[in-house]
């Protein structure tokens, strides 16, 4: 019989189209290489309504597949459900921090640890600036902090 899931972390950002999915492709894959995707629950979200249902920046993508890390993913948002069934909540910037604080106060059972995903970047950069508005080399910085985030949570979280 399969071990039940152990872990659980929601990468979230303002959209979820861009940081948030790049995070989830990123953390995914790299709990795969360790196989242990059976005792991780991964998934990302959007502090907003804006980008519901859209697929993850195209640039996000080709970023991603020129890594050669899988991505498919659907925006939502962040529901109540979320900050009770989910470990970690780890956001991109101080204004997905203050939406994800400011919304587990209104859920009596929230028991997800509410971080920036940059507090465990080794390089110290703090913020994962919203790419959005950028060009390709600005989706790779994301990409690449992702990646240092995440390997370092990672390793901290088992």
Known sequence: MAE??????LFVCLGNICRSPIAEAVFRKLVSEQNASDKWRIDSAATSTYEIGNPP???????MKKHGVPMSHIARQVTKEDFATFDYMLCMDESNLR???????????????????GSYDPQKQLIIEDPYYGNE??????????????????ERAC
């Open 4 to 9: 039940p899931v152990s872990k659980s972390v």
């Open 57 to 63: 920046d195209y640039r996000g993508q080709s970023c």
């Open 99 to 117: 939406d994800l604080t400011r919304k587990s106060n209104q859920v009596k059972n929230s028991k997800a640890k509410i971080e920036l995903l």
């Open 137 to 154: 080399s600005d989706f790779e910085t994301v990409y690449q902090q992702c990646l240092r985030c995440c390997q370092a949570f990672l």
